[in-house]
């Protein structure tokens, strides 16, 4: 099976950003004098920041667009690059681009930190469309955020599509759009968390992912 436009989420995916997002994430909380554990703020990852800080500042619209404006003060000078590729990424995306098939990045990070990313490591050029979140605006979500991927690709996200990432938020944004989904184990989601949003397939390695990306 070839799937062809092939698009991937980027943190828990193609880089392990673990380390710059907690740290942004506490960093905005400091500034509420709220102190929590790393380990605690690994849900972070993957949905988008308002709904995660929406958590600790309910109903409240304006902490929590204080909140996002902290993170993004320390997340746009040190923890975007408080990152690494997760080892074959590059190796894996190369193969594919060379093999053919179109690549895309959609993720729900903002589309201009996105950029600055896959522009650090040296993977833009893989990437056919580099899509994000809009930082002030409505595209916000995964299936936004897809959708508007397959509007610049100009193809529909059924005709042998498929979104790869790591967390309940790519599974279910890919199945609203009318899209399969493979989730990766070496991520941020637990396997509970990516069975019970019924991912398509289950990679639990890098290797697994090649292969059901490349066999025919």
Known sequence: MKFNPIFFDLDGTITDSEQGI??????????FD????????IPFIGPPLRDSF?????????KIQEAINKYREYYAERGIFENRLYEGARELLQHLAESGQTLALATSKPEPFAVRIVEHFDIAGYFSCVAGAQLNGPRNSKPAVLRYACQRLEV????G???VGDRKYDVLGAHEVGMPCAAVLYGYG????????????IC???EALRKLLTDQ
């Open 22 to 31: 907690i740290k942004s994430v506490q960093y905005a909380l400091e500034y």
């Open 34 to 41: 709220i102190s929590v554990e790393q380990e605690k703020l």
């Open 54 to 62: 929406a958590q600790f500042f309910p109903d409240d619209q304006n």
């Open 156 to 159: 529909s996200p059924s005709s």
């Open 161 to 163: 599509c498929i979104m």
């Open 190 to 201: 637990p396997e509970s968390e990516l069975i019970q949003a019924e991912a398509d397939w």
């Open 204 to 206: 639990r390695d890098m």
